[in-house]
């Protein structure tokens, strides 16, 4: 009867400790999403649009905002101080380009603190490309924001997929991909990153004004879970700006 007794109380034990991990882990969270190549705050006749480009972006009360073609100089209307300004969030930028008096490239705004971030510069053999990275937590849960924007040349860009896959493989924690990668119909293992746009069966809706492709991308690892996927056709550039909900 104390033998009995004994493994009762530590099955007790154990299911109470259980249950306090259970309670105690943190819960899942949503997170939207937003990927924008703006084309230097310019349409696709070259028409200014930067205040309607920031005035729409804040609209759509997203918790990160990826931004491709950022153009920082006195010439361009130094856009990543306008950006951070009017969007009110945290926001880190990397000129993938730099010269007479403009820095050209990416940014990333959140609306959650940036606890790391770094600038990778791709491998390129024209104009230099790169990607951001941040890492946020979000009430205990950590999470990866990449974005990156693709040369134009074929072979480059096999070399930059890679170099980026690479970079993602090496990361512990759930992320997220997006950017211009100027490729139409990219097919990349579906293990790693998976097609935000093809899980919910929308990779038909073209995300460049200039053309019939989709050539913005937002991929997900494995173990976040996909909830909406939207291309918004506004022509504030020569790109359509993707939004995405995501769950981790």
Sequence with gaps: MKKISIVILILLVILFISVYEFKNLPSKKEVSIVSYNIHSGLDKNMFPTLFDTMNFLKSLDADFICL???NESAKAGFQVSSFKEELDMESYFGANVEKCGTNYGLSIHSKYPIKYKNHIFLT????????????????????NIINLHLGLDENEQK??????????KSLDE???????FNISNLELDKNILVDVAKKLEKSNQLTIATGLERIDYIFVSPDIEILEYDVLFES??????IKARIRF
């Design 124 to 143: 390129s053999n024209k104009e230099q490309r790169g990607m951001l990275h941040i890492k946020v937590n979000i009430k205990g849960k950590k999470l």
């Design 159 to 168: 070399t930059q997929i890679k170099e980026m896959i690479n970079y993602v």
């Design 174 to 180: 759930p992320y997220i991909v997006v950017g211009d």
């Design 236 to 241: 504030m550039s020569d790109h359509y700006p």
């Design 68 to 70: 491709q073609e950022v």
